[in-house]
């Protein structure tokens, strides 16, 4: 079956710091990978996806790489901001039966600091 | 309408009773999507329509647990007889296709259910 794994949080970090959070999956066919970002008390909103191998999806200074080869999709920012203090899901949408099911890792809270 | 617009925003039942979350996707969406997201932020899928049908329902707990999605009116999951580990935030989504050109969900700010 299709699972997603991510770091555990929380993750601390200073505003201006560098931000990455891993994510890997599996996956029995070519899913395409996404990264929601949940603020606090809201629900979920798409930050960034890639459909295939090597794409690279950004948003807002948020960039992750789809890695078939490492069946990763590593969330990365250059320069942190308190705004961005949320919960960051990576997430995967395989082509079976289910539609457009998406498959959730477990969230990892990002806190910046001023 | 232009968002998933889920009610009530916030429900509390004591255990056993009933509970029913209502979810209304984006107009013209064919898939709608629940999903239960408990304390460790983890989202647990529960089930899926396409237009009325139930198109995939693996994650519902068999015994409690019911949802439809009917014409003309908002999508609803039922809880019966309500338990303290049915305690979550539930989260709808929509997408307009299922579809690899159509995969964006949208979703809706979510159900926080209590169960005391």
């Known amino acids: 079956g299709n699972s997603v794994t991510q770091m555990e949080g929380p993750v601390t970090l200073s505003e201006e710091a560098f931000l990455t959070i891993n994510c890997t999956y599996t996956?029995?066919?070519?899913?395409?990978l996404f990264w929601y970002v949940q603020y606090p008390g809201e629900g979920l909103q798409l930050l960034l996806k890639a459909t295939k191998a090597d794409d690279k999806g950004s948003n807002k200074g948020f960039e992750a790489t789809y890695r078939k080869e490492t069946t990763s999709f590593h969330l990365e920012k250059g320069s942190v901001q308190v705004s961005d203090s949320a919960v960051y899901f990576c997430a995967l949408m395989d082509y079976n039966n289910a539609g457009n099911m998406l498959t959730f890792g477990g969230g990892t809270r990002l806190m910046v600091k001023p | 309408g232009e968002e998933v617009a889920q009610t009530p925003k916030h429900l509390v039942r004591g255990e056993g009773q009933k509970a029913k979350l209502y979810c209304a996707p984006i107009?013209?969406?064919?898939?709608v999507f629940w999903y239960q997201q408990v304390l460790k932020n983890e989202f647990k899928f529960l089930i899926s329509?396409?237009?009325?049908?139930?198109?995939?329902e693996t994650g519902m707990p068999k015994e409690r647990f019911s949802a439809k999605c009917l014409p003309n009116s908002p999508c609803s999951l039922e809880i019966q007889a309500t338990k303290l580990e049915d305690s979550a935030v539930y989260f709808c989504?929509?997408?307009?296709?299922?579809?690899?050109?159509?995969?964006?969900?949208?979703f809706g700010s979510g159900t926080q259910l209590s169960v005391l």
């Open positions: 989504a929509s997408s307009l296709q299922g579809s690899r050109t159509n995969e964006k969900l949208f």
């Open positions: 996956a029995t066919g070519y899913p395409s």
């Open positions: 329509f396409q237009n009325e049908n139930v198109f995939d």
């Open positions: 107009k013209g969406h064919s898939y």
